[in-house]
């Protein structure tokens, strides 16, 4: 018998619902019945409230508990309720709803089966170029995202490749069935969509401008929401790394993505155009070309232009999901367009999932730059696939659980996310449960430590993006540079050097222009610096980035024995230890790589004396 690894959170309460709850609704009665009897709670009383959507309230009074939802604030409020009885929690008091309308996981799944960037093995629905699933597990995901409150799940890479698009022609009734199987959990579909498909149907163009090819989509766009009435919307990656887009006709993206927005906004569809546009084909030696000023460059000019059912998705840095990146200057300046935040789930520069790295802290930090106002919906690349352990490592599933709670609410408390987290999943003493949540909480500074230095990034081994490669990128097609050299490293992005700085509202701009105030772990991101750099604690950069690698490594073990004396559950707690070694391994690799590269190009000692390679 299949194992069903997600237990945890919710679904650990209770027996799976039956299947024949048809609604939001009927699946939070069904939920909270099971869940409050496996918990010994007497079931609430509840009330659907017509008109109240996602909102939902719990009441306590005469000893009476009260849940009243809008559907399907129903069902959010049945898992707020178990949630925070699971916790030892009070439940929220007073009528709750999601601060973003639209959480989105985009899964980079392929028909063929494969997943792109992922590290929890091959896709949970597609499989030999057809829709293919195994309906406890989707119900298990679909309960799984509904008691996060994820509400949309976009199935398709955006790399539409090898026939995707079929999923909204030939493929439709299948995707149809799909939808149905998450809709009991709030969870709507999406499909990722290929801008030049009106050309495999005998039109001579794809222009947006061509009343032929936007007549087509109106049809295509008729069809899929005759199929599944709630369909949620497209996405769109459109001239980004080769893909076809309105460049192709000389149109701006405002006019491609409106086109298409029209076509679906007769069905209350949203189309989410990601931003994610750079010169991918760039001249190494080209020190003019900045990629991470492409976005602000090619979108604000174009800032209120896009239809109200737009929406414009950016990165949260303007590089690609590295560990260190400033916030995207587009998402501080697009003020006239509906923008959506893309953060990923899967570790694709961040340890594979191989190497600890929890997400909630860095979100935490996000907000400190990008008021969460700025942003009308949130999209998070997803990281589960059709392993036992969806998410490949046990502890990954943190991240999905802590994207639901940030998507729900941004001014989340990251280290109480991670303990509810870790509540719902393992039965820990305290003291064991504080040990694994204060080692999530640092994962990040400690992956940071051990791989490139202050903001740098980029140093990993090309393609596969694990393990370390300082100059895999550096005479590449991609702008992806740092320039090293035997005096300093780095590049100038300030008003003297590419200007990129500048991008950004004056506070920002002035804190990051001065090497006196920019944030040390950003230091290298914006400027050009002398090996003999004094940075504020009076060490040199070169040792700076030296003594980082050591202690990286150095936590990592400490990390290792923390882990080793946690009474976790089998599988987790040997598949934890086991990838904790490749972890320490990867971590000793970088840490030799990165300190060797560094001293043979500056040929400055390590002040401790400790080994560094040759
Ligand atoms: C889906 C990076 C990744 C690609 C990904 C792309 C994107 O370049 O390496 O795998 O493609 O981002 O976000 O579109």
């Known amino acids: 018998m299949k194992r069903e690894k997600w237990r945890g959170w919710l679904t650990r309460f209770g027996e799976a619902p039956s299947a024949e709850a048809g609604s939001p609704s009927d699946m939070a009665l069904l939920e909270l019945a099971n869940g409050c009897a496996a918990l010994g709670l007497s079931v609430p009383e509840t009330r659907l409230c017509p008109g109240w959507g996602e909102d939902f309230e719990i009441s306590l009074s005469d000893c009476r508990v009260r849940i009243a939802g809008g559907d399907p604030g129903l069902l959010y409020g049945a898992y707020a309720y178990l949630t925070a009885m699971a916790c030892g929690e009070a439940p929220p008091a007073g009528r709750?709803?999601?601060?973003?309308?639209?959480?989105?996981?985009?899964?980079?799944?392929?028909?063929d089966g494969s997943v792109e960037r992922g590290y929890s093995g091959r896709s949970l629905w597609f499989e030999g170029g057809a829709l293919r699933w195994d309906p406890a597990r989707i119900a298990t995901l679909g309960r799984l995202l509904g008691s996060v409150g994820v509400n949309?799940?976009?199935?398709?890479n955006v790399n539409v490749r090898d026939g995707a698009q079929a999923?909204?022609?030939e493929l439709l009734p299948e995707l149809a069935r799909l939808a149905e199987a998450f809709r009991p959990f709030g969870v709507r579909l999406m499909a990722s969509v290929d801008f030049s498909q009106p050309l495999m149907h005998g039109l001579p163009t794809a222009d947006p401008l061509d009343p032929d090819v936007a007549a087509w989509w109106r049809v295509r766009a008729d069809a899929v929401w005759a199929a599944i009435p709630d369909f949620a919307g497209f996405v769109v990656k459109a001239d980004s790394e080769?893909?076809?887009g309105p460049f192709t006709y000389g149109r701006t993206?405002?006019?491609?993505?409106?086109?298409?927005?029209?076509?679906?906004?007769?069905?209350?569809?949203k189309l989410v155009w990601r931003a994610f546009v750079y010169d991918c084909a760039q001249d190494w030696r080209d020190h003019s070309t900045d990629r991470p000023k492409a976005a602000y460059d090619t979108y604000m000019p174009l800032d209120g232009q896009f239809d109200d059912n737009v929406l414009l998705q950016v990165k949260h840095g303007p590089y690609d999901f590295q560990v260190r990146e400033p916030v995207s200057p587009a998402l501080l300046g697009m003020r006239d367009t509906a923008l959506a935040l893309e953060v990923q789930l899967a570790q694709e520069y961040t340890g594979h999932q191989i190497d600890l790295y929890a997400m909630p802290p860095m979100w935490a930090e996000l907000r400190e730059t990008l008021p969460p106002e700025n942003v009308r919906a949130v999209a998070a690349v997803s990281n589960l696939g059709r392993d036992d352990c969806m998410t490949g490592h046990p502890f990954a599933a943190a991240n999905l659980f802590g994207y639901g709670r940030f998507a729900w609410d941004p001014m989340s408390d990251p280290r109480r996310v991670l303990v509810q987290w870790a509540k719902l999943t393992y039965a820990l003493p305290e003291a064991q449960r504080d040990a694994l949540v204060d080692m999530l909480m640092d994962s990040r500074a400690v992956y940071e430590k051990y791989t490139a230095p202050l903001g740098l990034n980029w140093m990993v081994r090309p393609g596969v993006h694990y393990g370390p490669s300082p100059e895999g990128y550096e005479y590449d097609l991609?702008?992806?540079?740092?320039?090293?050299?035997?005096?300093a490293v780095g590049i100038d992005r300030t008003a003297a050097g590419t200007g990129y700085v500048c991008q950004y509202p004056d506070a920002l701009r002035d804190?990051?222009?001065d090497?006196?105030?920019?944030?040390e772990k950003l230091l290298l991101f914006f400027h050009r610096l002398p090996y003999d750099f004094r940075m504020r604690d009076g060490r040199t950069l070169i040792q700076r980035i030296y003594d980082d690698h050591f202690e990286g490594v150095e936590q990592v073990e400490r990390m290792a024995e923390t882990l080793a004396s946690l009474d976790l559950p089998e599988p987790d707690r040997t598949e934890a230890l086991r990838r904790m070694d490749m972890q320490l391994a990867n971590a000793r690799e970088w840490r030799d790589v990165i300190n060797t590269y560094f001293h043979r190009l500056s040929g400055v000692e390590d002040a401790r004396g400790r080994k560094i390679y040759q």
């Open 96 to 111: 709750r709803h999601p601060y973003y309308p639209l959480r989105m996981l985009d899964c980079w799944d392929n028909l």
């Open 152 to 156: 949309a799940l976009c199935v398709n």
């Open 167 to 169: 999923l909204i022609e």
């Open 242 to 244: 080769h893909r076809p």
């Open 253 to 269: 993206h405002a006019e491609g993505a409106n086109m298409l927005a029209r076509a679906v906004a007769p069905h209350g569809g």
């Open 478 to 487: 991609w702008g992806t540079y740092h320039r090293a050299d035997r005096n």
């Open 511 to 513: 804190l990051y222009a």
């Open 515 to 519: 090497t006196d105030t920019c944030p």
